[in-house]
DNA sequence: GTCGTAGTTCGACAGTCACCGTACTACGCC
DNA sequence: GGCGTAGTACGGTGACTGTCGAACTACGAC
């Protein structure tokens, strides 16, 4: 077989596969919530262990692929650290003003 | 004691006290998002038994009560008839755009 | 090679949730 | 009064879900 060393091929839906209650299914938990909201703060690519959730790993990693499948969140392997970032773009196009106005929230 | 023909004193939360998490949660149902919809959709007021969805009367006043409790919908007491209204201008004031994301979605 | 770090996978378990049927209350009409 | 309708309350059940620990793979540094 090929090189072993390949990365697992993880499953991300495309833009027109995602869904508004798959997206409000990943976002109605208050450790994913916190996961989106940290991504969306610092505008900037966070590894599993770089976010700040009352969880242990694994956990952390079931969310992500939780995220991930409902196409939320997108994932660059480099290394040994996966580095995860919002879908913005895609999801401010599907549905416009969704993010926005959960991230806008207080509360 | 009183007269005997009091409504039963449903709680609705303040708009202050409505939260994202909440509402994320009360629209992360297929049922539920299709109740929404049909509230929008008709922009006026619905009773429990002018909804159509696919489960029983009393899962219906079920998943009415999880909207009526996120401070997604109001009800409107008219006999024995309960009208059912989307706070629009409510969830519009918190989190601006997040419900027209919803309702604009295609699925 | 050995060690440490980063994540994933795999049960397992407890808690929540959607759903139903039945029984009940409340109102309107005959 | 009696009957039908609108909706709620209750008890139960099966399915899903969030959580963990432990075992495992993959990569980088020494």
Redesign the pocket.
């Known amino acids: 077989m090929a090189k ?5 091929p ?1 499953y991300y839906p495309a833009q027109e596969e995602i869904t508004v209650e798959g997206v409000l ?1 990943a976002l ?5 919530l916190a996961i989106v909201r940290q991504l969306a703060a610092s505008d900037r690519e966070i ?4 976010l700040t959730v ?13 995220l991930r499948q409902a196409g939320v969140v997108a ?1 660059r392997q ?6 995860n970032s919002l879908r913005r773009t895609d999801l401010d196009t599907l549905f416009p003003g969704l993010l926005d106005g959960v991230l806008a929230a207080p509360r």
Request: hydrophobic share 25%; net charge positive; with cysteine.
């Open positions: 072993h060393g390949t990365l697992p993880l299914r109605a938990d208050p450790v994913r590894s599993c262990s770089g009352p969880v242990t790993k694994s956990t952390i990693t079931h969310h992500l692929s939780i994932g480099e290394g040994t650290t996966r580095f």
